[in-house]
């Protein structure tokens, strides 16, 4: 039988200037993207990806009209987050430590729900 085997990619359609959201990225993120086609491919992760589908009702992703939320990787989830709010941008107070890392979130330009995950020590 033919079967997913992972994650190809997660694509975001920008509500605006798309080439002000992939500034905003780059800017507050760190993500360089390739500008020819405008993204990125992270390999190399020893995390793996999750997939997960959740509850309609669910508050998680922040806005009811957000149909998803990006989970990305970071290497220093306090740093980052101080960078973030240095810059103006809408981050959570919330910080959120457990046997799987410590979890914080910000908002995109477009009012997309970030979370930032800093997996825990090896």
């Given amino acids: 039988m033919a079967r997913v085997t992972g994650i190809g990619g997660v694509f975001l359609r920008a509500k605006g200037d798309r080439d002000s959201l992939l500034q905003w990225y780059r800017t507050h ?3 360089d993207f390739e500008a020819e086609w405008g993204g990125r491919i992270f390999l190399g992760q020893e995390s ?3 997939w997960s589908i ?3 009702s669910t508050s998680y992703f922040g806005s009811p009209d957000n149909a998803f939320m990006v989970n990305y990787t970071v290497d ?3 740093g980052l987050l101080d960078q ?3 810059a103006g941008v809408d981050v959570s107070d919330q910080v959120e430590e457990s046997e799987y890392g410590r979890f914080g979130w910000c908002v995109d330009p477009d ?3 970030i979370e ?3 997996p825990p020590s090896a």
């Fill in 84 to 86: 973030l709010r240095a």
């Fill in 111 to 113: 009012g997309r729900r």
């Fill in 76 to 78: 220093d989830l306090d």
């Fill in 29 to 31: 993120l760190g993500i």
């Fill in 116 to 118: 930032l995950w800093q």
């Fill in 54 to 56: 959740f509850d309609p």
């Fill in 48 to 50: 793996g990806v999750t």
